[in-house]
């Protein structure tokens, strides 16, 4: 079955980094992204890649610190997280763009 499945969660100190990745299992899909939620706030994207040909796309909230990339012979979808803050620290999900399939999450905390 189609399977998102996301690790590399973590506890970092401020201005930490770490590195998500999402390993993809049969499916295909022209665009995926991650996607953030913290405790009382709404679902937000963060980053989001064209798989046919790498274009990315960043919340302005995260553009110059996180980046996502992927290897198509991993099927892995990455997210590198750079001078991580407090209020990065949510629950990170993988997901297809249109938001149809999404992976459990993994935890990011920040302190």
């Known amino acids: 079955h189609v399977q998102l499945v996301e690790f590399g969660g973590g506890s970092v100190q401020d201005g930490g980094s770490l590195r998500l990745s999402c390993v993809v299992s049969r499916l295909r899909s022209n665009c995926m992204a991650w996607f953030r939620q913290a405790p009382g706030k709404q679902r937000e994207e963060v980053a989001s890649?064209?798989?046919?040909?790498?274009?990315?796309v960043a919340a302005d909230s995260v553009k110059g610190r996180f980046t996502i990339s992927q290897d198509n012979a991993k099927n892995t979808v990455y997210l590198q997280m750079n001078s991580l803050k407090p209020e990065d620290a949510a629950m990170y999900y993988c997901?297809?763009?249109?938001?149809?399939?999404w992976g459990r999450g993994t935890q990011v905390t920040v302190s």
């Open positions: 890649i064209y798989t046919g040909d790498g274009r990315t």
């Open positions: 997901a297809t763009c249109d938001r149809l399939i």
